[in-house]
């Protein structure tokens, strides 16, 4: 393990001072080394017997301390985490970590969390990410910002992969919408206006602040900042087809693409100054035309944003070059592209949560493209993505009502069945009334049950599109699906029931640590379903020092003040974020448990609910 650091100070000379470097795991010092310090820098090489290696199922970490000593005595000392592991980039085999090839199964995140804003607790992170990890990814992209350092931390402690990003626009201005996402006339406003002075400062930063993290695997210098004819042009885009939008065709009077190259060159060499142990990327939104610059060899490892298209035809015209779908639809042929080409890495899908920005018009507070929602909790399309990510066996079954779609081949020819990847856990309809239940699963089959009797015959997994269907008439009761091995032995079950009548408040704690309560507020049927249907308002009360931050129900719709204390539940369900005091006052006795506050939640012809909060 190589080991530097350096020191600060008026003592330009160092002469006299040394580093003594200690690595430790589980409070056991495993290797050491002291060396003088020379021009304000030490290093040293130390040998790490029998590693634990970190990876993404045992994110092992070390301990490691830099002293600063002088005479026999310590004067400074800092102390970090280390993961050992290996990277490795292979243009025709995509990504190894420590020696075994991985498919990267990553999500593109915000660094907001809906009512809370960009200052998201800690342990709100940790939620969405094991949450994200639940339905198989193993990475995340930070788009397209450094973020919170206990992002980094918790990825480090998860067996997260991290790429870092340290932009989303360069030297111009791309097009901001400002009455709603793609609605009415672009503004131009942006942080063009400060990127000369700042940029080269920033990604030396975000590389000094975050490269002791085991997680980060990539570096990336910017996202979209080519974007055909926003603001780049070249002649290229004369006559060749991209996937994305080019606002028309080449603009002479437009900035030229070449320009994007030249400072992917700078900005390049300044990532590999700091840190070589890493490649550079880029998420490039238009590859024809970036093709035409220096850009794709400025970085080491080339992002491709919306165009599985390229994939086969620039492995073929640019063999050295290492791809991946730095940012992906989340559909199944996005995933079929990485999965069945050996070359492909992995990809990005955007996103793995709900966020602020980019929102529709009013009113709207962010995009809904997320696989997990504003409260944290996977909706639908996440679980179609587990299906597809997870190794554990899983499945799921939602319902939609039957539409016959009209068939363009005319009579005789069957019409292709309604397919939806956003299939919601719901079974209330008219009694009789044709519904579609849409099941995702990896196993090899699938069966459906109603009330414990076959309604759905066994059918095989479908390679072309994922899902699983059925059409069945209503009856109250329980939908449930049936995932099986070959053999028609079950290996994985879903239910969804029939909810009645809303009959109680109830409150669970989703998680309880010093600093924060997180919990789930529901109205329940009288056998403890949640009220899908319900969007009454739920309002907090906390006492003492308590203090809430927020209530989130998930709807991006809900324009409510984010520190309202009163907000509608969502399908039934509200979020509450409850903050604890620094401090328990000297007149409590340690020896018990020390009552915080309370905290209450009323609705209108329901008992209320009061929870006791303790140190």
């Known amino acids: 393990m190589e080991v530097e650091t350096a020191i600060e100070g008026n003592d330009a000379s160092s002469e006299g001072y040394q580093i003594t470097f200690a690595f430790s795991k589980d409070g056991q010092t495993v290797a050491t080394a002291t060396v003088p310090v020379a021009q304000m820098k030490a290093s040293a090489t130390l040998r790490i017997p029998h590693p634990a290696c970190w990876d993404l199922d045992n994110p092992n970490l070390y301990a490691y301390t830099a002293t600063l000593v002088k005479d026999g005595k310590s004067l400074d000392s800092a102390t970090y985490r280390a993961g050992l592991?290996?990277?490795?980039?292979?243009?025709?085999?995509?990504?190894?970590?420590?020696?075994?090839?991985?498919?990267?199964?990553?999500?593109?995140?915000?660094?907001?969390?809906?009512?809370?804003?960009?200052?998201?607790?800690?342990e709100v992170w940790k939620r969405r990410l094991l949450a994200l990890k639940d339905m198989g990814a193993n990475a995340?992209?930070?788009?397209?910002?450094?973020?919170?350092?206990?992002?980094?931390?918790?990825?480090?402690?998860?067996?997260?992969?991290?790429?870092?990003?340290?932009?989303?626009?360069?030297?111009?201005?791309?097009?901001?919408?400002?009455?709603?996402?793609?609605?009415?006339?672009?503004?131009?406003?942006?942080?063009?206006?400060?990127?000369?002075?700042?940029?080269?400062?920033?990604?030396?930063?975000?590389?000094?602040?975050?490269?002791?993290?085991?997680?980060?695997?990539?570096?990336s210098i910017g996202n979209e900042v080519d974007y055909p004819n926003d603001p780049y042009s070249h002649p290229v885009l004369d006559g060749t087809s991209i996937s994305q939008p080019m606002y028309g065709g080449y603009k002479p009077e437009a900035p030229r693409a070449e320009r994007i190259g030249e400072i992917a060159l700078r900005l390049s060499a300044i990532v590999r100054s700091l840190d070589a142990s890493r490649p550079v990327t880029g998420a490039l939104a238009g590859v024809v035309m970036s093709n035409e610059t220096a850009y794709p060899d400025a970085v080491d490892v080339v992002g491709y944003n919306y165009t599985e298209s390229r994939y086969v035809t620039d492995h073929?015209?640019?063999?050295?070059?290492?791809?991946?779908?730095?940012?992906?639809?989340?559909?199944?042929?996005?995933?079929?592209?990485?999965?069945?080409?050996?070359?492909?890495?992995?990809?990005?899908?955007?996103?793995?949560?709900?966020?602020?920005?980019?929102?529709?018009?009013?009113?709207?507070?962010?995009?809904?493209?997320?696989?997990?929602?504003?409260?944290?909790?996977?909706?639908?399309?996440?679980?179609?993505?587990?299906?597809?990510?997870?190794?554990?066996?899983?499945?799921?079954?939602?319902?939609?009502?039957?539409?016959?779609?009209?068939?363009?081949?005319?009579?005789?020819?069957?019409?292709?069945?309604?397919?939806?990847?956003?299939?919601?856990?719901?079974?209330?309809?008219?009694?009789?009334?044709?519904?579609?239940?849409?099941?995702?699963?990896?196993t090899p089959q699938a069966r459906l049950l109603l009330n414990g009797q076959l309604v759905g015959e066994l059918k095989p997994y479908d390679d072309e599109t994922g899902i699983i269907t059925w059409v069945v008439p209503y009856a109250s009761g329980v939908l449930e699906a049936e995932g099986c091995d070959a053999d028609g032995h079950v290996m994985a079950r879903y239910a969804v029931p029939t909810v009645g009548e809303a009959t109680t408040l109830q409150t669970q704690v989703l998680d309880d640590s010093p600093e924060l309560l997180q919990l789930l507020v529901t109205l329940t049927d009288a056998d403890g379903n949640r009220t899908w249907n319900r969007m009454d308002a739920v309002t907090c009360t906390v006492s003492d020092d308590l203090r809430l931050l927020g209530l989130e129900n998930a709807l991006g719709t809900d324009m409510t003040a984010p520190k309202a204390a009163t907000k509608m539940l969502g399908g039934g369900r509200v979020v509450a974020y409850i903050a604890k005091p620094s401090h328990v006052t000297n007149s409590r006795r340690s020896d018990q448990a020390a009552t915080l506050g309370t905290v209450t939640f009323t609705v209108d012809g329901f008992a209320p609910v009061t929870v006791t909060v303790e140190h």
Request: proline share 6%; charged share 25%.
């Open 85 to 122: 592991r290996t990277l490795a980039f292979d243009a025709d085999h995509g990504f190894s970590l420590n020696g075994q090839n991985v498919k990267v199964k990553g999500v593109c995140v915000h660094h907001d969390a809906g009512v809370l804003g960009a200052a998201v607790p800690r």
């Open 316 to 442: 073929e015209k640019y063999p050295s070059r290492v791809i991946y779908g730095s940012e992906t639809g989340v559909g199944f042929p996005e995933w079929k592209a990485v999965r069945d080409n050996e070359h492909i890495f992995g990809q990005f899908v955007w996103t793995g949560l709900d966020y602020l920005g980019e929102s529709g018009a009013w009113p709207s507070r962010g995009l809904g493209t997320g696989l997990i929602d504003f409260a944290g909790f996977a909706k639908p399309r996440g679980k179609f993505r587990q299906s597809l990510w997870a190794e554990d066996p899983m499945i799921y079954i939602g319902t939609y009502m039957e539409r016959i779609p009209r068939n363009p081949l005319g009579r005789g020819h069957a019409a292709k069945p309604r397919l939806s990847a956003e299939a919601m856990p719901l079974w209330n309809y008219e009694e009789g009334q044709n519904i579609r239940g849409g099941c995702y699963t990896n």
């Open 140 to 219: 995340v992209r930070c788009s397209h910002n450094p973020q919170n350092p206990d992002l980094y931390d918790l990825c480090d402690e998860l067996g997260l992969l991290v790429m870092d990003e340290a932009s989303d626009e360069w030297e111009y201005p791309k097009r901001k919408w400002l009455k709603g996402w793609n609605k009415g006339e672009p503004g131009f406003e942006g942080s063009f206006d400060f990127f000369a002075e700042w940029i080269d400062r920033d990604v030396t930063d975000m590389v000094l602040r975050d490269r002791n993290h085991p997680s980060i695997f990539l570096w």
